[in-house]
């Protein structure tokens, strides 16, 4: 499903050569929920980055789902995400004037409008939304944000699902049933990648891997799925 090979990723700061990932390599099933975690700037960003065709590699190689990302063109990996691939923040990024709906829907295949009208209703109606379609984000939780969130990155039914930080701004009340819902995803066999500090978020995983200053180190913590 997904596989990287010797890869690094370095920045130039000022004089200075940041080495945000250093020569990492690391091999991930399809269907399986793995946790990143690591110390604040140790890479976990930036490893999402890669794998979801965001930034390239400075050298190595990034494949997923047998194709090798890191060697497409910007506009080759755009359509690659909009495919197979979605994304979860923990800042919402919903647009603030437009309603629920119009926020899912904003994710839709030009190709696939009625299906994608839909498959929002079905998804919104899942996350217990359905009171709420027309309500703008100023209007909602933080917990419900994050929801409509979940819902825009499932609309096309990816088989990717790479999540940085979701509960971040969440109560734990909400984090749970945000974990849930992508216990739901991964259940239907769905691939997910979550970057967490939280414990109890990590232990929705079927694992944990641990980044440090970049590189892959072992983590005897990983966690049976719930």
């Known amino acids: 499903m997904i596989q990287l090979s010797n890869v690094s990723k370095h920045f130039q700061r000022s004089d200075q050569t940041v080495r945000a990932l250093d020569n990492l390599t690391l091999s991930i099933d399809q269907g399986e ?70 926020n899912v829907l904003v994710a839709a295949r030009p190709t696939h409008q009625e299906e994608d009208q839909q498959k929002a209703t079905e998804l919104l109606e899942q996350f217990s939304l359905q009171d709420r379609l027309w309500h703008r984000p100023a209007q909602l939780s933080a917990g419900e944000r994050q929801r409509v969130a979940m819902a825009r990155a499932l609309l096309a039914q990816p088989g990717l699902l790479l999540a940085d930080e979701p509960t971040g ?32 978020a990590a232990g929705f995983a079927d694992r944990s891997i641990v980044l440090e200053a970049g590189q892959l180190v072992p983590d005897s913590s990983a966690a049976e799925a719930h």
């Open 33 to 102: 929920f793995v946790a990143i975690r690591g110390a604040s700037g140790c890479g976990k960003s930036t490893l999402l980055s890669l794998i979801g065709g965001l930034a390239l590699p400075t050298s190595g190689t990034v494949s997923v789902l047998e194709q090798e990302i890191s060697s497409m063109n910007s506009a080759d990996r755009a359509n690659f995400r909009a495919t197979h691939v979605g994304f979860v923040f923990q800042m919402f990024h919903l647009l603030p004037y437009l309603s629920v709906m119009e």
């Open 169 to 200: 701004n969440l109560d734990p009340g909400n984090s749970v049933t945000v974990l849930k819902l992508m216990q739901q995803f991964h259940e239907q066999g769905g691939t997910i990648l979550l970057v967490t500090h939280d414990e109890q």
